[in-house]
């Protein structure tokens, strides 16, 4: 079975940047809408491979989530489960450290969300600015669905099954977490005890990616994406259309560092600061072009996402092992979260039999 190269998983860990945090209960997931993107990598994957060493980490495929806008389109969902183990794998996640599990393997979600969703009002759900923006962008008109207005609450439920305490996310997740927490000052006064864990988020650096024309977030669902696996050819082509500084018309006119995506995406994946800020500097004086600036990003991205290429078409190869790691970190994850369950029955007083 193919195994994680210890040099990715080294560079990888090297280069995140993240806060030294040991033993901790984590929990994270991607909904399976699509393979991960470059938001993913910097936004959360980066850290989870450097978490791992030290904390119990669980990584949660969000099917059941990924159904709440694809209701009339199921087989996009399915159709993405292993694409996305295989990202997992290809970055450096280590099964032998990280459960990595299938949402809807584990019944215990589902009637999480049931018991939660008694606690929490429509008018709060409509609340939530991420909930509110995503749906203005779908346009589901007057049919927004039920799951999908709810979602918050069934990642509460994701969250606190596992009794996470570390959420690793991008900036589009905090209100998540917040209603998460919300959720669990409920339970816990609901069982005058404290049966659950509030969560904190754990943000990287660069916790929202922009798209490379600058106008959105990076998404799966909005299509703007640089896959794990993309061929060099599409980097440079991603890379040639980027969006920089529009009044930037000549090589020695000074440029605009802000906002200009070529310069988001070298500090978020350009290993060498400092390089960058010289970069920034010449630019913002005048006399390094766009051509240049783009070309060194090129050779960055294409550096970055070759190894991770590599070894996820060999992992998307082998179909059989990427189930049983899935099959595996589900049954022990199903345990862990009717411990939770349980308890949370028990503080509603549905424990009778
Ligand atoms: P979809 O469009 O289907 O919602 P997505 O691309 O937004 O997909 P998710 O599965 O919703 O990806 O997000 C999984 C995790 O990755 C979340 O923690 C989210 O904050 C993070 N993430 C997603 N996109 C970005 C991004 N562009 N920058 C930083 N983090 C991101
Ligand atoms: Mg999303």
Known sequence: ????????????????????????????GDRATG??????????????????????????????????????????VADNILNVVADYLAVGIDPAKTTICLQSGIPALAELTMYYSNLVSIARLERNPTVKSEIQGKNFGRSIPAG??????????????????????????????????EIVRKINSLAN???????????????????????SK??????????????????????????????????????????????????AFHPDAEYVAQLKEHYQRGGLGDGKTKQILTDCLQTLIAPI????????????????VLKKGTEQAREESQQTLDKVKTAFGLNLI
């Open 1 to 28: 079975m193919p195994n994680t190269p210890n040099d990715l998983a080294t560079a990888t860990t090297a280069t995140s940047g993240s806060k030294a945090i040991t033993e901790q209960k984590i929990l994270t």
């Open 35 to 76: 393979q991960l993107h470059l938001g993913h990598y910097i936004g959360s994957l980066k850290q989870r491979v450097e978490l791992q060493h030290n904390n119990q980490q669980t990584i949660l495929v969000a099917d059941m989530q990924g159904l709440t806008d694809n209701g009339n389109n199921p087989s996009k």
């Open 148 to 181: 999908f207005l709810s979602y918050p609450i069934s990642q509460a439920a994701d969250i606190t099954a596992f009794q996470a305490q570390l959420v690793p996310v991008g900036d589009d997740q905090l209100p998540m977490l917040e209603q998460t927490n």
């Open 193 to 215: 005890s404290q049966i659950l864990r509030e969560c904190q988020p754990l943000l990287s650096n660069i916790s929202r990616l922009p798209s490379p024309d600058g106008k």
């Open 218 to 267: 990076m998404s799966k669902s909005l299509g703007n994406v640089i896959t794990l696996d993309a061929s060099d050819k599409a980097i440079s082509q991603a890379v040639k259309a980027m969006y920089t500084d529009p009044n930037h018309l000549t090589i020695d006119q000074p440029g605009q560092v802000e906002g200009n995506v070529v310069f988001t995406y070298l500090d």
């Open 309 to 324: 290429r590599a070894r996820r078409q060999a992992l998307i190869a082998d179909k059989g092992y990427l189930i049983e």
